[in-house]
């Protein structure tokens, strides 16, 4: 079975400051994705960022990283320069190629103080 | 807009009534999943459509719930005799199949709010 921890429920930080969200997953699967998404309160599932298992290079979208540890099955988000636009519920998610769905963590909620 | 879209946005109903929503995945994408969310909770995996063809239904998804997607472009859920416990958000999403790359990103609506009263 694939399963997908985030086990921090909520976070909070100040505005221009940097936040790391963590995420673990395990999985037999050879060839993966990771995903993280974001859903702010208008409820839209925004996709983040992306990593491919089979890169070894950390993805990167801006302000957006992940620090991907396949020998560890750990994948984190950092987020630099913290906007008030990023407050959000933030899902770490993985799939497989032999494996339509996502596999979803529960969640951590990021506040962003002004 | 090249988009998901979903409509209604929000719909309030009566218990008992019926319900369907509808999904316009992205253009081209052959891959199309419905998902159900409520507070508080990530997605639900509710089913999946390849095409034309539903390839897979989630036991949450009891008898009163049915979806279609005729010509595998739109979709349609619809919940029959609707409960309050239905009462949640319900995701559309779609990709596009390929062996690798961007083809395993899912790509979401903005939702489709139900309330049942």
């Known amino acids: 079975a694939q399963t997908v921890t985030q086990s921090q429920p909520e976070m909070s930080v100040q505005e221009a400051e940097t936040v790391t969200l963590s995420c673990t997953y395990d999985?037999?699967?050879?060839?993966?994705?990771l995903f993280w998404y974001k859903q702010p309160p208008s409820r839209q599932m925004i996709l983040v960022i992306r990593q491919e298992a089979y890169k070894q290079q950390n993805a990167t979208e801006n302000r957006f990283s992940v620090n991907f540890q396949k020998a560890a099955k750990s994948f984190s988000l950092k987020i630099s320069d913290s906007q008030l636009g990023d407050t959000a519920m933030y899902f770490c998610?993985?799939?497989?190629?032999?494996?339509?769905?996502?596999?979803w963590g529960a969640g951590t909620k990021l506040i962003i103080k002004p | 807009d090249t988009g998901v879209s979903q409509d209604p946005r929000h719909k309030i109903t009566k218990r008992g009534q019926n319900v369907t929503f509808r999904c316009d995945p992205i253009s081209e994408h052959n891959r199309l999943y419905w998902y159900r969310q409520t507070l508080g909770q990530g997605p639900e995996f509710l089913t999946y459509f390849q095409n034309e063809a539903q390839l897979e239904k989630s036991r949450l998804l009891s008898d009163r719930f049915s979806a279609e997607r005729p010509k595998g472009s739109f979709s349609t859920l619809e919940i029959q005799r609707t409960e309050q416990g239905d009462s949640a958000m319900y995701l559309c999403a779609s990709s596009l199949a390929t062996s690798g790359g961007s083809g395993n990103t899912i790509y979401f609506g903005e939702g489709s709010w139900l309330t049942v009263v």
């Open positions: 998610a993985l799939r497989s190629d032999s494996n339509y769905q996502l596999i």
């Open positions: 999985t037999s699967e050879s060839n993966y994705y």
